[in-house]
């Protein structure tokens, strides 16, 4: 499996970006996905998940609300759409897969892609 994330860029606070990540290698319309991010000197943390049908997702705090995840199985492509950027949602952002189907929201992520950055500035 081969995940290549696109979209970041350099945006001003409150304004949007929409990242991509499309998957390659395997049909990924039966598993969740998910994203994540990590800021420069800080632990990557999860940003958000969606269940293989886009039935369900899932959001950590920091994003409800401003944030969107959805997915096109027609396309083994997974999006993240962001709203109202602040300075803080500056870091790199990855897509990640859970092929074990570890559970709802998933606890395993296990392929991952390289990274797309994404800056927001004041």
């Known amino acids: 499996v081969q995940l290549v994330e696109s979209g970041g860029g350099l945006v001003q606070a409150g304004g949007s970006l929409r990242l991509s990540c499309a998957a390659s290698?395997?049909?990924?319309?039966?598993?969740?996905m998910g994203w994540f991010r990590q800021a420069p000197g800080k632990e990557r943390e999860f940003v958000a998940a969606i269940s293989w049908s886009g039935g369900s997702t899932y959001y950590a705090d920091s994003v409800k609300g401003r944030f969107t995840i959805s997915r096109d199985n027609a396309k083994n492509t997974l999006y993240l759409r962001m709203n109202s950027l602040k300075p803080d949602d500056t870091a790199d952002y990855y897509c990640?897969?859970?092929?074990?189907?570890?559970?709802?929201?998933?606890?395993?992520?296990?392929?991952w892609g390289q990274g797309t950055q994404v800056t927001v500035s004041s």
């Open positions: 290698g395997r049909n990924l319309s039966d598993v969740a």
């Open positions: 990640a897969t859970d092929l074990q189907y570890s559970g709802w929201p998933p606890s395993l992520y296990d392929y």
